[in-house]
């Protein structure tokens, strides 16, 4: 087998498909597949690494840190030297193309969907969508022109499957997973800090809801609740997040260099804050979950289907409700939630994903699966 990886998104800020990619990109290569992933970049270049050939294309920024391929021609023109058995990518607008040369020329193609466009739209507008009709045809179109899209919860599933179903198009529910081996709970942990600490780690920026994690605190702190919140993370919004959490005990730390430095800060927090309800996933959620963390996260999206009674509390979306959660969940046995926490990630290592999506590109239907 021969899986092409493309990731049309490569920026400093892309983290949560970044550890995707590099955690399925591991579990080919150790499955003896050959491995190609095509990135955008500066210039053209290619590169061998011990997970295969990285062949960067010249594209350009298009803001964020992030670059674009927008010539897909020059993708396929990749492919068809290096002759893939299969390609997988989550990019659903600017390499549709691609797809459409991979089934004239029966090579298998995999849609690996990574959020909901209507509910991203909604959030990164702060406009509740007003283009249903054209996300309705375009997921239309996707699900002609793929062979199998693969979703990681129910809520990813959702958007895809009545038009999926009308297309003939498999919709395969494949769960990521998480490195249990660097996110694992602190050894002599320090429990003398009488303020609830609290976590929030991820990009700062509206579409991952960081302004419901700090309002929340505030709320907290407004009640007299002795809490404090750290934040771990950067991001084109983090100024106006200061302004929200003025004169309540909010810490912005900024981008965390490394996950061994990262699991350590969630190993060391009480209560992690993961609340967006447009996750379709939610790898945030499972390495603190993986770190004895529990978790209080929003009442709908894919991050929800992580969380149990055992290991954390949900909430409507909106400040007060998530600081009565907060609150609630404060009241409860640690020590059992943190056990309950670690044995919930326990449940998600990358050896299923990967042997999951290696079924998919064999063209076999992976079946039902309980999260």
């Not at 750290?230 to 965390?256: I, K, N, Q, S, W």
């Not at 992690?272 to 390495?287: K, M, W």
């Amino acid at each position: 087998m021969r899986i092409a990886q493309l990731a049309n998104f490569v920026g400093s800020t892309s983290g949560g498909m970044r550890t995707a990619l590099e955690h399925l990109g591991r579990g080919y290569v150790d499955a003896c597949v050959e491995r190609l992933l095509v990135i955008p970049g500066p210039v053209d270049a290619v590169t061998e690494t011990e997970l295969g050939d990285v062949v960067q294309v010249r594209a350009p920024r298009v803001g964020g840190g992030y670059r674009l391929i927008v010539e897909p021609w020059r993708v396929t023109e990749v492919l068809e030297r290096w002759r893939p058995t299969s390609v997988e990518w989550s990019d659903k607008l600017t390499l549709l193309p691609v797809a459409w040369w991979a089934r004239r020329n029966d090579v298998r193609s995999v849609l690996l969907s990574h959020e909901r466009m209507g509910d991203m739209f909604a959030m990164r507008t702060g406009l509740d969508t007003t283009s249903k009709v054209s996300i309705g045809l375009l997921n239309r179109l996707l699900v002609r022109s793929f062979d199998t899209v693969v979703v990681t919860s129910r809520y990813a599933e959702s958007e895809f499957r009545t038009v999926a179903d009308a297309a003939g198009c498999p919709v395969e529910r494949v769960p990521l997973g998480v490195d249990l081996r660097t996110f694992r709970p602190a050894v002599g942990r320090a429990d003398d800090d009488a303020a609830l600490r609290l976590v929030h780690a991820g990009r700062l920026s509206r579409e991952k809801s960081p302004h419901l994690a700090v309002s929340t605190a505030v709320e907290l702190h407004r009640r007299g609740v002795p809490v404090r919140l750290d934040v771990y993370g950067d991001g084109p919004h983090r100024d106006e997040l200061e302004d929200l959490a003025t004169g309540a005990p909010v810490r912005f730390h900024g981008y965390v260099d490394g996950r061994a430095a990262l699991r350590d800060r969630l190993a060391a927090a009480d209560l992690a804050l993961s609340v967006c309800p447009g996750e379709t996933f939610g790898l945030a959620v499972l390495e603190a979950l993986a770190c004895g963390t529990p978790v209080v996260t929003a009442d709908r999206g894919g991050a929800r289907e992580l969380v149990t009674d055992a290991c954390g509390t949900w909430a409507v979306p909106e400040p007060a409700a998530l600081a009565d959660a907060v609150q609630r969940f404060a009241a409860r046995p640690q020590a059992r939630l943190r056990r309950a926490a670690r044995e919930r990630a326990e449940g998600f290592g990358w050896d299923r994903t990967v042997d999951r999506m290696l079924a998919v590109h064999a063209g076999d239907r992976v079946g039902a699966l309980s999260a």
